[in-house]
């Protein structure tokens, strides 16, 4: 399968998902059900997460490779940090590679929450840019690396210039692109890019959409990654969070208005937050397309 930067070249935009592995077999065996629908969308790529410690380490990899043997569809693989020594991570790679997977999304990760304490030392990559850069440097051209970019600053560095600094720093050590949190206010991801343009950082910076289906699920994910819940999404949506149909509809409108704008700007695509559910991912999908 391709590189997903060897898309670049002759598409101005592209549109793809990001899953997360289920814990039990019952929960994978519905996930390729939900995959199969997914690919008949016809997007460009689809990714999956790597969880807390890597617990569900195979089961991304098997996810990704699903997708690409049985489904023609470009996947990539998240990989973390976080628990594994460098010893284990070069291991882990070449397991990504004997699989034919050709794409790498590199994030530092965070603690799982047995071991929430938990610290790297000399033996752990510290940063997802030191992982970026073992992996350029071991596998040459073979992968394509994206990286994870924080449009409000990461929870860790509220210094927004700071954190962008670090995110150029991820480009320099091998990365090919960007794929941001999720937000709510476009204007932060429009100024995220400016920031990144003006200390030479040209990749693409793809924005990441959540849509919105459930407001007080929402409301405790964001204050765990950091991202803002804008006075507008709390003026639409609070007052509809015990109408899940209503929430959903309303759900709906505001991603199409938020990619539509999105894409008008410049942005290079949208990588969607799907939640491992078809819809409203794909009624979103066929408006903005």
């Given amino acids: 399968m391709k590189r997903i930067r060897d898309l670049f070249s002759h598409q101005e935009q592209t549109y793809s998902f990001e899953l997360f ?33 890597g ?59 047995d071991q929430p304490d938990w610290q790297p030392t000399d033996d752990n990559f510290k940063y997802s840019s030191e992982l970026a850069a073992f992996i350029r440097e071991k596998y040459g051209d073979y992968f394509g690396i994206a990286v994870a970019g924080f449009p409000e600053g990461h929870i860790l560095c509220p210094d927004r210039e700071k954190d962008a600094e670090f995110l150029k720093l991820k480009i320099d050590a091998g990365a090919n692109f960007v794929i941001t949190q999720l937000f709510f206010d476009n204007t932060d991801y429009f100024a995220y890019v400016e920031r990144l343009r003006k200390i030479g950082v040209d990749v693409r910076v793809i924005p990441g959409i959540l849509p919105i289906t459930n407001y007080e699920a929402l409301l405790r994910f964001s204050s765990l990654c950091g991202a803002t819940v804008t006075a507008e999404v709390e003026r639409i949506f609070a007052p509809l969070q015990d109408d899940q149909e209503a929430t959903v509809k309303a759900g709906i409108e505001f991603a199409i208005r938020q990619c539509r704008e999105l894409l008008d700007g410049g942005a290079p695509g949208i990588h969607f937050y799907c939640l491992n559910k078809v819809h409203p991912t794909a009624e979103i999908l066929q408006a903005v397309r």
């Fill in 55 to 113: 617990g569900n380490r195979d089961k991304t990899f098997d996810v990704v490779q699903h997708i690409e043997v049985q489904h023609r569809v470009i996947g990539m693989a998240h990989l973390t940090c976080v628990l594994n020594t460098k010893d284990d991570i070069k291991t882990i790679v070449d397991d990504i590679k004997a699989r034919g997977i050709r794409n790498i999304l590199a994030l530092r990760g965070d603690p799982p929450k």
């Fill in 21 to 53: 592995p289920p814990k039990t077999d019952k929960g994978f065996e519905n996930l390729l059900k939900t995959i199969a629908q997914l690919c008949e969308l016809n997007p460009d790529y689809i990714s999956c997460t790597y969880g807390a410690g």
